[in-house]
Nanobody, 119 residues
Framework: QVQLVESGGGLVQPGGSLRLSCAAS????????MGWYCQAPGKQRELVAT???????NYADSVKGRFTISRDNAKKTVYLQMNSLKSEDTAVYYC?????????????WGQGTQVTVSS
């Protein structure tokens, strides 16, 4: 069984910063791409950023220059440093990891963490 546990969400004022973390645990042989997605009320879940096992990153245009994704392979953890936050960044943020174990390889998802940007 695989678990992804997110932390670091909360309430922050516009212009502020937050750092999200997501740790994977359980039956894991290897982890390929890891990423963060967000879902605002009434909207579909959308990509925020991804990082491959080779460290190559990809960002949504809306967060380029403000957010930074990184990973610690030894800790099986992915991070999202969020700076210069805007009200439109308010959403539930989900981490995802493409994990190989004895069942095969597929994406797993965390439970989500709320980020609210408001004065």
């Amino acid at each position: 069984q695989v678990q992804l546990v997110e932390s670091g969400g909360g309430l922050v004022q516009p212009g502020g910063s937050l750092r999200l973390s997501c740790a994977a645990s359980g039956s894991i042989f290897s982890i390929n791409a890891m990423g963060w997605y967000c879902q605002a009320p009434g909207k579909q879940r959308e990509l925020v950023a991804t990082v491959g096992s080779d460290g190559i990153t990809n960002y949504a245009d809306s967060v380029k220059g403000r957010f930074t994704i990184s990973r610690d392979n030894a800790k099986k953890t992915v991070y999202l440093q969020m700076n210069s936050l805007k009200s439109e960044d308010t959403a539930v943020y989900y981490c995802s990891a493409n994990i190989r174990n004895w069942l095969g390889q597929r994406p797993y998802w965390g439970q989500g963490t709320q980020v609210t940007v408001s004065s």
